[in-house]
């Protein structure tokens, strides 16, 4: 079972950014399409962008402008760049791969997440 670690999260003010990695345990993001996901308090979990394996993006129309998803092959890991940030932006971010790009289900098991929050 590939294991995914994220990170990079943390606590910044309004209009800030923040760029979250998403790490595997072996060599794994370059043969599925890939995306990440997050988690505010009280919510569902929701889809934010997504990446396939042929390198074409999706994003939820809440980040799109403001979010890009990205990959490194060589590193096996999956970012997320986040500018303009807002406080609705305030959750806990998961990268999974995805059982397919119509459901944007996940296929993997859940990480622990990495916390941002936007606040001043």
């Known amino acids: 079972q590939v294991q995914l670690v994220e990170s990079g999260g943390g606590l910044v003010q309004p209009g800030g950014s923040l760029r979250l990695s998403c790490a595997a345990s072996r060599r794994f993001f370059r043969d599925y399409g890939m995306g990440w996901y997050r988690q505010a308090p009280g919510k569902q979990r929701e889809w934010v962008a997504s990446l396939s394996a042929e390198g074409w993006t999706n994003y939820a129309p809440f980040v799109k402008g403001r979010f890009t998803i990205s990959r490194d092959n060589a590193k096996n890991t999956l970012n997320l760049q986040m500018n303009s940030l807002k406080p609705d932006d305030t959750a806990v971010y998961y990268c999974?791969?995805?059982?397919?790009?119509?459901?944007?289900?996940?296929?993997?098991?859940w990480g622990q997440g990495t916390q941002v929050t936007v606040s001043s």
């Open positions: 999974n791969a995805l059982q397919d790009y119509i459901t944007l289900r996940p296929l993997l098991s």
